[in-house]
């Protein structure tokens, strides 16, 4: 059975960090695209960062470029997010998924991940 289980997430002062996992099961993540997106009240959900399953190169939303940091470590089968410099406006579930898509230019849309994970939320507040 394939899962996603996202962890991580809690209550943060402006400026902190937090280091978020998505641990999958059920199959082996290095061989498919991981993306994070978020979800903050009342908007859709935003693609965030992605990683490629062949080389590891990745991308960014333009808002978390030089704060947000994706990773991946296979031996573990977990993707992190390491979030840096924290603003309020990043307060969101933060959902990890898998797609077979990746487009060399930017992440897959969200309509290429088909599986996903519970969320986890990152609250960023003073």
């Known amino acids: 059975q394939v899962q996603l289980v996202e962890s991580g997430g809690g209550l943060v002062l402006p400026g902190g960090s937090l280091r978020l996992s998505c641990v999958a099961s059920?199959?082996?993540?290095?061989?498919?695209?991981i993306g994070w997106f978020r979800q903050a009240p009342g908007k859709g959900r935003e693609g965030v960062s992605c990683?490629?399953?062949?080389?590891?190169?990745?991308h960014y939303l333009d808002s978390v470029k030089g704060r947000f940091t994706i990773s991946r470590d296979n031996a573990k089968n977990t993707v992190y997010l390491q979030m840096n410099s924290l603003k309020l406006e990043d307060t969101a579930v933060y959902y990890c998924?898998?797609?077979?898509?990746?487009?060399?230019?930017?992440?897959?849309?969200?309509?290429?991940?088909?599986?996903w994970g519970q969320g986890t939320q990152v609250t960023v507040s003073s």
């Open positions: 998924a898998k797609s077979n898509a990746w487009y060399g230019s930017h992440c897959p849309t969200r309509p290429a991940f088909d599986s």
């Open positions: 990683i490629s399953s062949s080389d590891g190169r990745t």
């Open positions: 059920g199959f082996a993540l290095e061989y498919y695209t």
